[in-house]
């Protein structure tokens, strides 16, 4: 073995082992007193023995090392007591090798290290690399001679079968932190293995069909064609016993490697929890916050996985964002959180494809009615992925979760029912200390309808009962008299059973179904001294209600079903329930740092009543949801901050959360159900008339409401008062930027509302403002554009009405070019929109048709779909008008049928023009004449001016070809030159000019 040899080709796999050390005490000593002939007969008879002694216990000599050696239990073969087996054979280690030789001469005395963890086996299966070799080897170094020290995660995983003392914490070379030392001192008695209290895995009975089909499924799986598989069935029907086996085989025969990613009841909303936590208990709990790629990679390649920095990025930087600080303000106009997402899921995929490159991988998602929806997105991209790949996907469910895509999401569905009645009698027999009565396999298998843990817990009950009777009649009348009528009493009963351990057992099932012991001595300690709860946890593990299991954090332990979770925490008085949640809600608001994610911490404080903490948590979480782009996350938790703030109490101040939350809403209203929605329009009113109505502090620290507020205008003229409203208040803005942002509304809507003048001067002020540093993330965040391209856009609109077109030409010129230097694909588009609209203003139809090509190549690579919606409206429009018609009016509608479905016009007088002009082309007058109308009383509606003195006209013209009398036609054209000329925009006013001239001369024809 060799611990830090860079060479080492770590190709192999990473497997939990425990590794055992031994060595003679005083060898040389020996060897001075003792004939060198005798001596090496010593040595080898004793390396006989102790060769002997550890295969006896299934471990693995790896080495003989001197006068010592170093073996392994849970390699090759793997078991699940290899912890035990390895204790064992230490036990045996010193007794026999310390017997008397030959009836007289002394044995030899021997120190012994145990240690479990994880290690890499390299794939010649000759060095095995990690902690647990190197500890194994201190730990024997420190021993007392003829003594046993183990680690702490052996001690933890045996205590249950041995006595213990505690030593000391010793500081240990190559260890940081000092390390507590145990020392075995012999088997515990009065723990009989196969008590039925100690619960030993019971023999998997019947399921030989389900079990077949996933042994194809892996074999399959193992030559390269991977494969999807759910199994569903009600709680404890048998699904991760089913998957247990699998992963039992697969171990037994080295056929590859599993891995388990827990799905968990109060998680549903936080994205990504089975992963996150798998690799948190992978690697560590810093190996993800320390948001950095490079440490992620080398943790991973510290276990023999390498995967490349682009698969690490996203993978840490989900993982870390997690406040506003990190995020700014948050708008449903940005994409890139929705790009980001898929990113991420990509990541985690091929980060799971990778362990599969080196080894078939069986990944197990356990009860997936608990996944969130990016789990759930990372499962069909894992399914789709695999096909090609040694890998096979098993997932768990209490039920097929709704809809037909779910159908089809995995290859293969197992459905569990209850055991047969041979299997069931096949179980009870293993399970029933002495022969089972006569009836009683029947009476367990109506009562429980197969369900095994039904059937077990209710084995165990009347097992426990001495004088439980010997007929249906006697234990129906056992379970009447206990109350029993379910699995969830029955399981309270056993809690009963244990005593006042059960207590311990209740009180941790406020933490959850997984917790830490010292987590649990932190929320216990004004009750109980830490001894005690050591030593009542060692008896929940010995009852089988608590299971453990070792991660990179320590151990952990475990109910050993989410139903007897469940069932302590609905046995725990209401007040003893309430005191742990506000104990666990005080060391978290204490500041403590339990690591606890929000969605949790919301869940204990809302318990204990804390509801303005529990809001905030929510709000947290949401957050750090709408980041990951798990908007239907954040909108529960949102509903969850609200419910809670409405019973905080009157005189706590809430304002400053609840506007927090609205702004959150707002977004998550946006992405959910539509910018333009009802809803979304609401949540932004009421959150500005809160804020208004409170007054005081800077508004610059709430224009993100104000921004949202102006966006949900239902039409412009409501958004030209609310722009004036964001000048007015954010003119006491601190923060130049939100100044600027408000110029930004602004110049948008005056230009909306024909208002040149207004627009131009609310470019020049606000481009003032203008830094390029705030802008690379703000211009993600307001309007998905540049502040700087967008103001030199409008500003090249309104001087081309105004007929200052070199001046048009300039502003158009600058837009593009600093679209061309931010290198951000929505500016670009946004400066290429206007350059299309002005050309479009101006009839150039050329420019159009270049120009939309090049933003309709843009939109297609980005998938912006609004943008391409626009290319092919005004491209379509261009080319029927000057290149081939049909072509073009296709184009057109292929623009025009996208918008609708996406539902963004926000150019509708333009729009509903072209459509026209083309319908006049086509020779459908009355249906031109019809867009028109359109046009004018939806442009008259919204308050949308800058392109009605157009529609007037163009209007006139076309009734005037109907056979209007000139006189109508000549008011008509006289109101949109009168409007053009009021407007300032005098390109439209010469226009309408020219056509009264026209009529003048007595020709209305073009
Ligand atoms: N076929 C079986 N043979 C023996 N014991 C079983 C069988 N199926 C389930 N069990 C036992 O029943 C209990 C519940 O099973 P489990 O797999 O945890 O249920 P689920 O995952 O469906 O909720 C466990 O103790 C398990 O060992
Ligand atoms: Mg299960």
Not at 495 to 521: H, K
Request: net charge neutral; proline share 2%.
């Amino acid at each position: 073995m060799n611990g830090d040899d860079p060479r080492i080709e770590l190709s192999g796999e990473r497997r939990q082992v425990t590794a055992l050390f031994y060595d003679i005490v005083g060898s040389t000593e020996m060897l001075e007193r003792s004939d060198p002939e005798d001596f090496s007969n010593i040595v080898s008879v004793f390396h006989r023995t102790a060769m002997a002694i550890i295969q006896e216990n299934n471990g693995y000599l790896h080495q003989e090392l001197g006068d010592g050696g170093c073996s392994y239990f849970g390699y090759p073969m793997q078991f699940e007591d290899a912890a035990e087996k390895a204790v064992r054979a230490a036990l045996a280690l010193v007794e026999r090798c310390g017997r008397p030789r030959k009836g007289r001469e002394p044995g030899v005395k021997l120190r012994v290290g145990v240690a479990t963890g994880m290690v890499v086996i390299s794939a010649d299966g000759r060095e095995i690399i990690g902690t647990a070799p190197v500890l194994a080897a201190r730990l024997q170094a420190e021993a007392h001679p003829n003594s046993i020290f183990v680690s702490d995660s052996t001690y933890q995983l045996t205590r249950g079968s041995f006595e213990y003392g505690f030593i000391k914490h010793a500081r240990l070379k190559g260890f940081s932190e000092p390390v507590p030392l145990w020392q075995v001192s012999g088997t515990r008695s009065g723990q009989d293995r196969f008590s039925i209290s100690r619960r030993p895995e019971a023999p998997l009975q019947g399921r030989s069909a389900e079990l077949g089909v996933l042994r194809r499924a892996w074999g399959k799986a193992c030559s390269g064609r991977g494969h999807s598989l759910v199994i569903v069935g009600d709680g404890g029907i048998g699904k991760s016993r089913l998957v247990a086996e699998l992963r039992r085989e697969i171990g037994m025969n080295n056929s590859g490697e599993e891995r388990v990613l827990q799905c968990h009841l109060r998680l549903t909303n936080r994205p990504l929890h089975p992963l996150l936590n798998y690799l948190e208990t992978l690697l560590g709990s810093e190996a993800l916050i320390e948001r950095d790629a490079s440490a992620f990679c080398d943790r991973l390649a510290a276990i023999g996985i390498s995967v490349s920095k682009e698969i690490a990025r996203p993978l840490v930087a989900f993982a870390a964002a997690k406040t506003r600080q990190a995020t700014g303000y948050l708008q449903s106009s940005d994409k890139s959180a929705r790009r980001f997402r898929e990113q991420v899921i990509a990541a985690a995929a091929e980060l799971l494809f990778v362990f599969a490159d080196s080894k078939p991988q069986l990944l197990v998602f356990e009860d997936v009615h608990w996944a969130d929806s990016m789990t759930s997105e990372l499962i069909d991209r894992l399914s789709e992925g695999c096909r090609n790949r040694a890998m096979l996907i098993v997932a768990t469910s209490r039920r097929l979760a709704a809809g037909n895509d779910d159908r089809e999401r995995f290859s293969t569905t197992v459905r569990l029912s209850g055991l047969t009645a041979g299997a069931m009698t096949d179980l009870l027999v293993s399970l029933w200390k002495g022969p089972l009565p006569a009836g009683l396999a029947q009476f367990i298998l109506d009562k429980s309808d197969g369900v095994p843990l039904f059937a077990e817990e209710l084995a165990m009950f009347l097992q426990r009962r001495a004088a439980a009777g010997t007929t249906a009649a006697d234990w129906n009348n056992l379970l009447n008299k206990s109350g029993i009528t379910s699995l969830n009493d029955l399981l309270s009963a056993r809690l009963s059973d244990v005593g006042n351990t059960r207590r311990t057992a209740q009180l941790a099932s406020v933490i959850g179904r997984e917790f830490g012991m010292s987590f649990l001595t932190r929320l216990l300690g004004p009750e109980k001294a830490v001894d005690n709860t050591d030593a009542e946890l060692t008896e929940l593990v010995a009852h089988g209600i608590l299971e453990t299991k070792t991660s990179a954090q320590g151990t952990i332990y475990r109910f050993r079903h989410s139903l007897l979770q469940e069932a302590a925490y609905a046995s725990l008085l209401r007040t003893d329930c309430r005191q742990m949640h506000t104990r666990i809600a005080g060391l978290l608001t204490g500041g403590e740092s339990t690591g606890m994610a929000h969605e949790l911490a919301a869940w204990h404080c809302a318990q204990a009543g804390m509801h303005l903490d529990a809001a905030a948590y929510a709000t947290k979480a949401a957050e750090a949801c709408m980041i990951r782009s798990a908007m239907s996350e954040a909108d529960t938790l949102l509903t969850m901050a609200e419910e809670q703030l409405a019973r905080v109490s009157k005189r706590q101040k809430k304002t400053e959360l609840q506007l927090d939350v609205l702004e959150l809403r707002g977004v998550v209203s946006a992405a959910l159900s539509g910018e333009g929605s009802q809803q979304t329009r609401r949540i932004y009113e009421r959150a500005l008339s809160i804020y208004r109505k409170q007054g005081g502090g800077d508004p610059g620290r709430r224009f993100a409401l104000y921004w949202g507020w102006w966006f949900t205008a239902p039409n412009v003229t409501a958004q030209r008062a609310r722009a004036q409203t964001l000048l007015n208040d954010m003119g006491e803005a601190q923060d130049p930027e939100v100044r600027l942002q408000s110029f930004h509304c602004a110049w948008a809507t005056n230009f909306n509302a024909a208002q040149h003048e207004f627009c131009l001067s609310c470019v020049a002020k606000g481009l003032e403002l203008y830094d390029a540093g705030r802008a690379l993330r703000n211009r993600t965040i307001y309007g998905g554009h540049d502040a700087k391209v967008c103001g030199l856009g409008e500003k090249a609109l309104s001087l081309s009405f105004m007929e200052d077109l070199p001046g048009s030409e300039r502003a158009i010129k600058a837009c593009l070019s600093a679209a061309e230097e931010t290198d951000h694909v929505g500016s670009l588009l946004h400066a290429l929109y206007y350059a299309v609209v002005q050309g479009r203003c101006q009839g150039r139809h050329d420019d159009v048709l270049r120009l939309t090509n090049r933003m309709k190549d843009l939109a297609d690579r980005h998938s912006m779909a609004a943008s391409r919606a626009k290319a092919d409206m005004f491209g379509g429009w261009a080319e029927a008008l000057s290149g081939s018609f049909e072509a073009g009016i296709r184009r057109f509608h292929e623009g025009l049928g996208l918008q609708e479905k996406i539902g963004t016009d926000d150019n509708i007088s333009i729009q509903l023009d072209m459509q026209s002009e083309l319908l006049e082309r086509a020779g459908l007058r009355a249906e031109a004449l019809n867009a028109l109308e359109r046009g004018v009383a939806e442009s008259v509606k919204g308050g949308q001016f800058f392109w009605l003195p157009e529609l007037y006209r163009r209007r006139a013209k076309l009734r005037a070809a109907d056979g209007a009398n000139p006189a109508a036609t000549r008011r008509d054209l006289k109101r949109a030159y009168d409007m053009a000329f009021k407007q300032g925009a005098f390109a439209l006013a010469k226009r309408a000019q020219s056509d009264l001239r026209d009529l003048e001369a007595g020709s209305t024809a073009r």
